[in-house]
């Protein structure tokens, strides 16, 4: 289902190839060619080494819940129909951190560390957001 007149984000030219992946359904992370660590979100200096020596690498797209928060209100924004909505800190199976929101489970069935799976949303503009579901 398309949402509607909910802002998205702006593509930086270090994220654009980020979003482009996730509009082929692919997750895409970086990887320092100089220290092997992966890197997310989007940079254009390794964090760790400082190398600019950067590639993109596709994520297996699955990993478990970090940390998570359930909105239950909120200012009226166009989101406000979408409480509750679970935002949560996914750690991807690669070993570094994204913010998503958990979609097709009820606030109360989320728990820290229950695997997970992205999935892509299209939205309004052409543009697709990646999300994450619980997997069972
Ligand atoms: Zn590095």
Same mark, same amino acid.
């Given at each position: 289902?398309?949402?509607?007149?909910?802002?998205?984000?702006?593509?930086?030219?270090?994220?654009?190839?980020?979003?482009?992946?996730?509009?082929?359904?692919?997750?895409?992370?970086?990887?320092?060619?100089?220290?092997?660590?992966?890197?997310?979100?989007?940079?254009?200096?390794?964090?760790?080494?400082?190398?600019?020596?950067?590639?993109?690498?596709?994520?297996?797209?699955?990993?478990? $819940?970090?940390?998570? @928060?359930?909105?239950?209100?909120?200012? /009226?924004?166009?989101?406000?129909? &979408?409480? +509750?909505?679970? =935002?949560?800190?996914?750690?991807?199976?690669?070993? $570094?951190?994204?913010? @998503?929101?958990?979609?097709?489970?009820? /606030?109360?069935?989320?728990?820290? &560390?229950? +695997?997970?799976? =992205?999935?892509?949303?299209?939205?309004?503009?052409?543009?697709?957001?990646?999300?994450?579901?619980?997997?069972?």
């Amino acid at each position: 289902m398309k949402e509607h007149s909910k802002p998205i984000p702006q593509p930086m030219p270090w994220t654009k190839r980020f979003w482009e992946g996730c509009k082929k359904g692919e997750l895409l992370i970086q990887k320092c060619k100089h220290c092997n660590k992966f890197i997310m979100y989007p940079k254009l200096f390794c964090p760790n080494c400082l190398s600019n020596d950067l590639e993109w690498v596709r994520s297996k797209g699955t990993g478990k $819940v970090y940390s998570y @928060s359930v909105v239950y209100s909120y200012a /009226p924004t166009e989101f406000a129909d &979408d409480v +509750p909505y679970i =935002v949560a800190v996914i750690e991807l199976d690669e070993g $570094v951190h994204m913010m @998503s929101n958990i979609i097709e489970s009820k /606030p109360e069935d989320v728990r820290c &560390d229950l +695997p997970v799976e =992205v999935v892509f949303k299209e939205t309004n503009q052409d543009f697709v957001l990646p999300k994450f579901k619980i997997i069972r």
